[in-house]
């Protein structure tokens, strides 16, 4: 998934304080899971992200709720 966020270095920057890896491509910040994610782990990213709050939250996300 490719989410369009502000500043592409900052965000990865937050995301990998709060234990979330992604990567850079083409100007966004793309997600990638892996065979073995299952929804209660995109639920936890979600959750963390929502947890986090910084104004440089990819867009696009939904809130964990």
Do not use: K, W, Y
């Not at 998934?1 to 709060?18: G, K, N, Q, W």
């Not at 491509?25 to 910084?54: A, K, Y």
């Amino acid at each position: 998934m490719l989410a369009a966020v502000p500043d592409v270095r900052l965000t990865l920057d937050r995301l990998r304080e709060i234990g979330v890896l992604a990567v850079p491509m083409d100007g966004n910040v793309r997600f990638v899971t892996h065979r073995d994610v299952g929804e209660r782990d995109v639920q936890e990213v979600l959750h963390r992200i929502s947890r986090s709050g910084g104004a440089d939250r990819p867009t696009g996300i939904p809130q964990a709720g």
